[in-house]
């Protein structure tokens, strides 16, 4: 999605310049939605002033809890102002959900949108603005105004509710009942924003996790709009990390698993439960476990331990106290279910759960894999990705990211950072790792890059190019070593991608998390993030923004710098071809001549569209035979101005030589454009 900036606006989002008046291996989601976006671009043009540095003031600073809830206050107090300079309606209103602030004094906040009084499920937005109290930036979940036909629901509740349990018995639910009763919404993840019910199923999924179906329905029609799971699934003598210091609270001649510096987190033995909290983790002293899996409290100082290096991690790396920034420590409950092979977070209950593994011999609570669950919670307390699509892949890889950065934090010799994930855990029964960021498609159903259809993967497996991406843009490709073991990875167009080193990957890729995505971003609206955030803290001219650049293209995503790829022959057509508003599908040809044979497996699809509102037009590719590829489906792009980028078809199955055709078509009506320019590439 592309920002809008009106730097000489004044803004209400700082205290000083106030205006006078979300498994590891489950399927899980925080709100499910089609319409995907990209990020703001403000980016400073100057380079750091030292090469490889920071620029200075552009990171974000340690906000404690009280600063926080003082910048929390006040863009509450401001936020009528907000959502008026904002062009919001007279019925919208925004409410505040997160705030940063960088040290040159630039604040990012972050606002959900109510309209009604009802809640607007995919009106998300992020404000920029600057150390003067200006609009630097917003990005939006979605640009579509908020303007439903009506706010009168037309079908009764009891049908959203029985629509909802049929859909968690079509998933095989374990004793499904409705958790949340249907509550009126406005539903604004696709398409135009309609009045809706949200239904909410509990009991247990078909592998025994706790369930908390979503269903949305549409409350003038009565149709299925979408629906979502919103359980993530992902001195102590440990099982993984050996013996360690954790943190523990003594209360007279009883120690317990309280870490009182952590923001109070405890540990809990559900004693192979699966409701409730369990019992808290106490003794007569302050030794817990004895490093085997059977001595139910070594798992418990494993799941203490992860708990304390990710507090550690996000707080002395990002300067954040705690998933929710305010200083509150969530909790851990181990020993959950019986053979439960997998672990997951809940926003319900604030709360990581780790299953024993199969046997109950192998406790899901390594390091990684306690990082991994901790950031869904720190994912959806930010960016709030959708569980679901492309957004989905983004909010799974996200985990999978900081759950190895962790790992790299840690410095434990028990258990080394790495770039695979759930390695220590054996989840598949012989002793692979459960992913592989290098090359994700190592574990047979992770996908190593971005194409057109991954959005209907797996989000497990959709999340392998953004793994990908983030150990390009750290390590590079190729082969290598690092703390023993070997990497070897490819990139999508055979060219080479240098890396800028993990602590800096991982800092760009947290700023875009926590300042440029929004629930709807999609991988197109991550590259926009990730270099957006790039440039603001190493310059746009800087090597790391190339950097960026280059490990976005070695996964299919966006072109190399200066128009570069892997080379082969092409075949253009630069005639402009104008988009009717809201009408019929235009085509653009292409001849190609002169090949041998089928077209490849790799056909480079290079797409240079002009249009304001990118989510209103569908474009596919037409083989000489009339064989259709949707590149880019209706809905999906969000609001973003502008589609350019490259797209990989696998057309084996075409003959190479014919006329080709770019077809457009505009659904919607207001945003008007026109194909620009258009290319085949064969490698």
């Given amino acids: 999605m592309s920002s809008s900036s009106s730097p000489r606006r004044r803004t209400s989002h700082t205290p000083t310049r106030r205006a006078a008046a979300l498994a590891l291996v489950g399927v899980s989601a925080l709100i499910a939605g089609a319409v995907q976006s990209g990020a703001a671009t403000a980016a400073p043009v100057k380079a750091p002033q030292a090469a490889g540095q920071a620029i200075p003031g552009s990171e974000s600073v340690r906000l404690t809890p009280a600063q926080r809830a003082e910048l929390i206050r006040g863009a509450n107090a401001d936020k009528a102002a907000t959502a008026k300079e904002l062009g919001l309606g007279a019925q919208e209103a925004l409410v505040v959900r997160d705030v940063l602030k960088d040290a040159d004094g630039t604040v990012h906040t972050r606002y959900e949108r109510t309209y009604a009084g009802l809640p607007v499920l995919g009106g998300d937005l992020v404000v920029e603005s600057t150390p003067a109290g200006t609009t630097a930036s917003v990005v939006k979940a979605t640009r579509a105004a908020v303007k439903p036909a009506t706010t009168t629901a037309k079908v009764p509740a009891a049908k959203a509710e029985a629509q909802a ?21 406005i539903w604004a993840a696709n398409g135009t924003p309609t009045v809706a019910y949200e239904t909410v199923v509990g009991g247990f999924q078909h ?27 992902g001195t102590g003598n440990t099982v993984y990390s050996g013996q360690v210091t954790i943190g523990s609270t003594q209360s007279g001649s009883t120690y317990n698993l309280t870490d009182a510096t952590r923001g109070s987190h405890k540990t809990y033995n559900l004693n192979r439960g699966t409701s409730g909290t369990g019992t808290l983790f106490s003794g007569p002293d ?18 203490a331990y992860g708990a304390q290096l990710t507090w550690d991690y996000y ?13 509150v420590g969530a909790y851990s409950r181990v020993h959950y279910g019986n053979n439960y092979v997998n672990a997951f977070w809940s926003d319900s209950c604030f709360c990581m759960t780790y299953g024993d593994g199969s046997g109950n011999a192998n406790p899901l609570t ?18 709030g990705l959708n569980y679901s699509g492309e957004s989905g892949g983004l909010n799974e890889a996200t985990s999978d990211i900081f759950g190895a950065t962790v790992e790299f934090y840690a410095a434990n010799s028990s258990d080394v950072g ?20 290098d090359k994700p498609s190592k574990d047979g159903s992770s996908y190593d890059n971005w194409y057109s259809g991954i959005g209907s993967a797996d989000v497990h497996y959709s999340s392998g190019p953004a793994n990908h991406f983030f150990y390009l843009l750290s390590e590079g490709s190729g082969t290598k070593t690092i703390n023993g073991v070997s990497y070897n990875s490819p990139t999508s167009d055979g060219l080479p991608v240098t890396g800028i080193g993990r602590d800096k990957a991982e800092k760009i890729w947290f700023r875009a998390l926590t300042t440029k995505f929004t629930s709807t971003t999609n991988y197109a609206g991550a590259r926009t993030g990730t270099l957006a955030a790039a440039g603001e803290l190493y310059g746009t001219t800087s090597a790391e923004y190339t950097a960026v650049q280059h490990a976005w293209a070695g996964i299919a995503v966006g072109a190399r710098p200066g128009g570069g790829g892997g080379g082969g022959t092409s075949f253009e057509s630069t005639t402009d071809v104008s988009i009717p508003d809201n009408g019929a599908a235009v085509n653009s040809p292409v001849t190609v001549s002169g090949r041998t044979g089928n077209a490849p497996s790799n056909l480079a699809v290079a797409v240079d569209i002009v249009h304001t509102y990118v989510g209103d037009i569908r474009v596919q590719l037409v083989a000489p035979d009339g064989t259709v590829y949707t590149l880019k489906a209706y809905g999906t792009g969000g609001s973003a101005d502008n589609l350019n980028t490259t797209y990989t078809v696998n057309a084996s199955s075409e003959v190479a030589n014919g006329v080709w055709n770019l077809r457009v078509q505009d659904n919607a009506a207001v945003d008007t454009g026109y194909i620009n320019s258009w290319k085949l590439t064969f490698p």
């Fill in 315 to 327: 707080k002395n790396v990002h300067g954040r106290s705690g998933i929710r920034g305010d200083g």
């Fill in 418 to 437: 790495d770039y695979l994930i759930g390695e220590e855990i054996n989840i598949n029964g012989d002793g692979t790792p459960l992913r592989y960021m």
């Fill in 366 to 383: 390594s390091i990684d894999v306690a990082a991994h669950e901790m950031t869904h919670g720190l994912t959806s307390n930010t960016a």
């Fill in 207 to 233: 592998d025994g996790t706790p369930q908390e179906l979503h269903v949305v329905t549409d409350a003038t029609s009565g149709a299925k709009l979408y629906e979502w799971e919103a359980i993530e699934t």
């Fill in 165 to 185: 349990l049929s859909a968690a018995k079509a998933e095989d639910a374990k004793s499904p009942d409705v958790n949340r009763a249907p509550r009126k919404v």
């Fill in 286 to 303: 302050d030794v817990w476990g004895n490093g085997t899996a059977s001595n139910l409290e070594s798992a418990g100082a494993d799941a």
